[in-house]
């Protein structure tokens, strides 16, 4: 089955810098990666996902690349903000109709002011 | 996210003793998930169903079960529980593309 790997475990970075967290993923047959974001005590959110027909999606301050012959992708956070500060979990599926995620084991980051 | 909920958010119980989490959702999904997450483990299937009719083991079944009473409804057993089952649990619904998951609010459960 496949196996996601993320590093780092933990980020801390100062308020304004840029964050990236790595995923490395098995399954070449894997085309679906979202990344979701948990700020303590609370549920998984989406916050962006890419597909593997693209290499590199946007959205505001988050952008994450997939490069599919390395197999690993990355969370970039440009001019972080203390509200940025969460768990962020990366997860791969093959999608179809067997689809399911199979998720890293997280990145604690801190934002700090 | 109010379209999927949880019950209870909180239960504390003994070794040994059989305990059920319940979800349920009004956003019309076919697909539903149960995940456990354990500090520095992040999230891991437990089961997860297509429909009402498809149930399938995921990652670390052993030592639960789940039944789906219906398209809303998706239930998780511990028939008989130990502490190294004291974890956060969460269910989780998509649609029948399966992409994006829904979480619920999470159960927190620990077995004494």
Known sequence: GENV??????LSVQEGDSAVIKCTYSDSASN?????????????????DIRSNVGEKKDQRIAVTLNKT???FSLHITETQPED??????AASPGGSNYKLTFGKGTLLTVNP | DADVTQTPRN???KTGKRIMLECSQTKGHDRM???????????QLIYYSFDVKDINKGEISDGYS???QAQAKFSLSLESAIPNQTALYFCATSDSMGYTQYFGPGTRLTVL
């Open chain 1, 5 to 10: 790997e993320q590093h780092p475990s933990t």
């Open chain 1, 32 to 48: 679906y990666f979202p990344w979701y974001k948990q700020e303590l005590g609370k549920r998984p959110q989406l916050i962006i």
């Open chain 1, 70 to 72: 390395a197999k690993h």
């Open chain 1, 85 to 90: 500060s969460a768990v962020y979990f990366c």
């Open chain 2, 11 to 13: 239960r504390i119980t």
């Open chain 2, 33 to 43: 998930y149960w995940y456990r997450q354990d500090p520095g483990l992040g999230l």
């Open chain 2, 66 to 68: 789940v039944s789906r």
